[in-house]
């Protein structure tokens, strides 16, 4: 969070400090309440998009890992013909 503290300070020559208003400091926590806020929400839509990403499978494993390895059909069938010689 302490990378994305640009609160929007500005001089501002009309600016006018009114106590009766409310204190520098609890606007200051409002507005830290206001980004975290806005970071957790963030941060949950990128975990939705990636949950929807891996429920598009039923298995949740992506599709290049589901393809069979062809160096792997070479060894089932070695397998099988030595299973087959004994």
Known sequence: MSKN???????????????QKGSFKSWLMRLTSWRITDQLRKRQKSIQSLRRETQ??????????RLP??????LESAWSEEWEQL
Do not use: E, V, W
């Not at 503290?5 to 106590?19: A, H, I, V």
């Not at 598009?56 to 890992?65: E, K, P, Q, R």
């Not at 390895?69 to 070479?74: F, N, Q, R, V, Y």
């Open 56 to 65: 598009d499978t039923s298995t949740g494993t992506a599709g290049i890992d």
């Open 5 to 19: 503290c640009d609160f929007g300070f500005q001089k501002q020559p009309s600016f006018q400090y009114n106590p």
């Open 69 to 74: 390895d062809p160096a792997g059909l070479k």
